[in-house]
Structures are given as structure tokens and as C-alpha cells.
């Protein structure tokens, strides 16, 4: 990965020393590094919208976001269930633009289910979700969601909070 950027609404202690890009011709010009970047001006849509149009022209351009890793922190703040057509698009080819899409949430009950259809591993820590059988999970519409109750519930009797575990949902 020769760029790193952090999608995130919020500037948590983790992220404190990294640079924060406050306009899309810094994303434009990012070649390599670590940076965060969130778009307060626009709603969340659109600046996800922004982001996808400066991917696929990554495509066509050196420096843009092609060649790296997005993470989307906390998605459940900001990410609906419903997803503009392009966007969704974008989330199922975004191989094709040299990326890998990390999403975070501090809960599974939250999750948008447009990124549960999608994702191809889960890595579960500690949550307040109160899952009393894999069948909350199943109507949640999660793949492989008999493995991710066991390990939910692993991690949750884990003394360490730190721990996690990695489940495969079977979409690869």
C-alpha cells in the first residue's frame, strides 16, 4: 500500500498525529503516506460521491486515490442503507482501481447492510450489541452469520478487551 487515507468525521486520539486534508485537490495530489480527510461542507453522500469520482480517475491519473488503502471509520455514523447506484458500484469493482476498502463500526446492529452483501471478512472485537442467538443475526441479513455469532461470542467472554477475531463470510 503506497497511500493510506482515513475517511472520518471525528479526529479520535489513534489518528491525532496524521495529517488532515481539507480540500479534494489535496486528495488529487496524494502520492503516498498516511492522511484523514472528511468534507464538512457537503453532506455525507456527496462527499462519498466526491471520493468515488476522484478513485475512478484514478484510474486515468497518477496521484490520485489508485494504488492504496481507504479506511471508512465508523461507517454506521455516515453511511446509509441506501447508496446512490454509482457508489454502490464503486464498492463492488473497487479492485479495479488498485484499493482496498476497510470499514469500521462499533456495533454489528448498525452496519449498513449495503457493506454486509460486500464484505468478504469481518474482524470482530467487543461490542454492546445484545445478540441472544445467530438468528438476530440472520435477520440482519448477514452472510455467514452462524460464524459470526460464535465468534461474537467468543470475543465477548475474551477478559481482554483488546482481543479480536477474523471471520470469513464466504464473499471473496
Known amino acids: 500500500v503506497h497511500k493510506l487515507l482515513i475517511v472520518t468525521q471525528t479526529d479520535p486520539k489513534a489518528y491525532r498525529g496524521i495529517t488532515r486534508f481539507t480540500n479534494y485537490d489535496q486528495l488529487h495530489d496524494f502520492e503516498c503516506g498516511i492522511a484523514k ?10 462527499m462519498m460521491q466526491n471520493l468515488v469520482n ?3 480517475a484514478g484510474e486515468k491519473k ?3 486515490l489508485n494504488n492504496g488503502a481507504i479506511v471508512f471509520e465508523d461507517t454506521s455514523n455516515y453511511l446509509e442503507n441506501y447508496v446512490p447506484p454509482q457508489l454502490k458500484t464503486f464498492l463492488g469493482n ?5 484499493l482496498d476498502l476497510f470499514f469500521t463500526s462499533h456495533t454489528l446492529t448498525d452496519f449498513p447492510s449495503v457493506l454486509r ?5 469481518y474482524i470482530l ?3 454492546l450489541d445484545p445478540f441472544t442467538g445467530p438468528a438476530d443475526l ?3 441479513k448477514y452472510s455467514n452469520y452462524a ?3 460464535r465468534a461474537w461470542v467468543q470475543i465477548m467472554n475474551q477478559p481482554d478487551r483488546y482481543e479480536k477475531i477474523i471471520v470469513k463470510t464466504g464473499h471473496e
Open 37 to 46: 480527510f472528511w468534507d464538512y461542507e457537503v453532506p455525507e453522500m456527496e
Open 54 to 56: 476522484i478513485c475512478i
Open 62 to 64: 497518477t496521484g490520485a
Open 94 to 98: 473497487h479492485r479495479m482501481y488498485a
Open 117 to 121: 452483501r460486500r464484505m468478504s471478512h
Open 125 to 127: 472485537k467487543k461490542t
Open 138 to 140: 440472520k435477520s440482519l
Open 147 to 149: 460464524n459470526i455469532y
